[in-house]
């Protein structure tokens, strides 16, 4: 099962390695074309291996979209809570993954969205409210939203367990509202927590 992180200088690849491997560097280094990890798991009672790709987010490397994002069965979109321009260039990227992924049905392609970050300066830098990242996921379709720090591990398994669910039903080719239906005594938890569940 694959599926892909998108964007420039977000914590992309932070995120993926806190949840894969539960560590954390401070030590920004660039994402060359892309990156990938495995992750096992179980999911009901089936076994699931993730493929996570951490493509770059630099404009140079976007022409090696199309080899990375075909095949995908989800696409997860990260800003920074902090950054303003990462969140106003969520559309573009989600335009440039549909065009180079080119999907058999576009306008139901599921992604999640991932606001990071929201640990730094003790939330006091941050500029993209929460309400307005929600605000973007229903303007598209409902898309699953999450609030996360891959510094402090802060709802990156919640995440990515939907980002994996997400993937498994796409895969499937179920009704992604249908999958989760059955699913709502174990996402309940999630929705206590105050953000949005898949």
């Not at 990227?93 to 992604?111: H, I, S, T």
């Not at 606001?115 to 598209?140: F, M, P, T």
């Not at 999450?146 to 179920?174: H, I, M, P, W």
């Not at 009704?175 to 105050?194: P, T």
């Amino acid at each position: 099962m694959n599926f892909l992180l998108a964007i420039f200088r977000v914590g992309k690849t932070s995120m993926m390695n806190q949840y894969v491997h539960k560590k954390f560097s401070p030590h920004y280094k660039s994402t060359i074309g892309a990156d990938f990890v495995t992750k096992e798991l179980q999911i009901d009672d089936k076994q699931v291996t993730l493929q996570i790709w951490d493509t770059a987010g630099q404009e140079r490397f976007q022409s090696l979209g199309a080899a990375f994002y075909r095949g995908a069965e989800c696409c997860v979109l990260v800003y920074d809570v902090n950054v303003l321009r990462s969140f106003e260039t969520l559309n573009t990227w989600r335009q440039e993954f549909l065009k180079q992924a080119d999907p058999a049905d576009p306008d139901n392609f599921p992604f999640i969205l991932l606001g990071n970050k929201i640990d730094l300066d003790g939330g006091n830098s941050r500029v993209v409210s929460e309400r307005q990242a929600k605000e973007w996921c229903d303007s598209r379709g409902n898309i699953a939203y999450f609030e996360t720090s891959a510094k402090e591990g802060y709802n990156v398994d919640e995440a990515f367990l939907c980002v994996a669910r997400t993937a498994l039903a796409n895969e499937q080719g179920c009704d992604l509202d249908n999958y989760f239906l059955g699913m709502s005594e174990s996402l309940s938890d999630i929705e206590r927590k105050g953000f949005c569940a898949c």
